[in-house]
């Protein structure tokens, strides 16, 4: 390993991963009543989450998983939206980042506070092997504790991913009993 890969296998700072965007909202990315799309603010999460993991992990990422989102309030067409992302948690080769979004009216200058989310990035080479990330270097208590809900979440996930792979497994047991009865 290279000096400067071991110097970056190091650590970085939560800091040195806050990424930021703002978009205003367009007829294009709108429903017909005038709301953002839920999809489109999924992806402006997803653009906005690999920011922060591009930044911790200087490599390629992919996602892995999207948490559950609430959509708290409606975003209207013509609202700026300012989305902000930073990793809370570095894991092997995944790293949890998590991002909040606000929409601003234009005209009065009103923030408001309108979705939050978790998502799980993985690091991976050109090829697609997955690398290994950075530690992540905490530095204030809000980091802390953001990092260890981080693992909490993370053992949630395994546990629904186990629940759904027994359900799958299940069901194909029921269809090949059913079909040996045909
Ligand atoms: C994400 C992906 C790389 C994981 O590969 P895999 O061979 O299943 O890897 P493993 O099960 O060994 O897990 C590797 C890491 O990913 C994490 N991971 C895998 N699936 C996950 C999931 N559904 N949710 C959260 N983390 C997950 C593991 O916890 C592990 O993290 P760690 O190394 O930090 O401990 C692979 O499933 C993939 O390529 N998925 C498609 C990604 C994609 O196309 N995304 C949308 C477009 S970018």
Do not use: C
Not at 95 to 101: A, I, L
Not at 127 to 152: F, S
């Amino acid at each position: 390993m290279s000096t400067s890969e071991e110097t970056a296998l190091a650590g970085r700072t939560v800091a040195s991963t806050q990424s930021e965007m703002t978009e205003i909202i367009l007829p294009n990315d709108t429903n017909i009543l005038g709301n953002l799309l839920g999809g489109r603010l999924m992806h402006f999460i997803d653009l906005t989450g690999a920011m922060a993991a591009f930044r911790h992990s200087r490599t390629y990422v992919v996602t892995a998983a999207m948490d559950h989102i609430d959509f708290i309030q409606p975003v209207r067409l013509g609202d700026l939206v300012t989305l902000k992302s930073s990793v809370n948690r570095a894991f092997t080769t995944s790293m949890e980042v998590g991002v909040k979004v606000w929409a601003e009216n234009t005209q009065t200058g009103n923030q408001l506070h309108v979705a939050s989310a978790y998502l799980v990035f993985v690091a991976v080479d050109k090829e697609g092997h997955r690398l290994r990330v950075p530690q992540l270097i905490l530095e204030t208590p809000n980091e802390i504790r953001r990092h260890a809900d981080a693992l909490l979440r993370r053992e949630h996930r395994e546990a629904e991913s186990a629940r759904r792979s027994k359900a799958r497994h299940a069901a194909t047991a029921e269809e090949a009993a059913l079909a040996a009865l045909e």
